[in-house]
């Protein structure tokens, strides 16, 4: 099992599955991708500050707003879609502290960022979103939303 370095699993998750899942943790950790959690850490390391969730930190939420569902989704949340890959543990929408979302996902599209596996970007979004869907290869595919 993959823990992340530079991320808790509380700016994964909303403060409803925290919650539910406070005492077992792991059972957290286990419900995300390894190979996003570790091109998680890949973009932190690179690019440096980003926030997925903001609900546990005043701080956070007094700079980015309140962040509750950029990471795991699950069944009763406002944007919960069965087959979207936030409802897998495969994707993650993210604020960069220093960089924009447009100049992040530019790099990761030319390749200017070795990464270990495929990712799908979404593209025309004010955020990073990036994702583990079914993809082949080294490849990095824009995707619209």
Request: hydrophobic share 35%; aromatic share 14%.
């Amino acid at each position: 099992m993959y823990i992340c370095e530079h991320f808790s699993i509380k700016e994964l998750v909303s403060r409803g599955t925290y919650q539910e899942y406070e005492q077992e943790i792991w059972k957290l950790w286990m419900m995300f991708d390894d190979r996003l959690l570790r091109i998680l850490d890949l973009l932190r390391s690179n690019y440096g500050p980003a926030v997925v969730n903001t609900w546990f930190s005043t701080k956070l939420v007094e700079a980015y707003g309140y962040r509750d569902e950029a990471g795991l989704r699950v069944r009763g949340m406002k944007y919960y879609k069965p087959t979207s890959q936030h409802s897998f543990g495969r994707a993650f929408d993210m604020l960069f502290q220093d960089h924009l979302a447009v100049d992040v996902r530019s790099e990761i599209v030319t390749g200017d960022v070795k990464l270990p596996h495929s990712i799908r970007v979404e593209k025309d979004v004010s955020w990073f979103h990036v994702d583990t869907g079914n993809t082949s290869g080294s490849t990095v595919l824009e995707v619209n939303g």
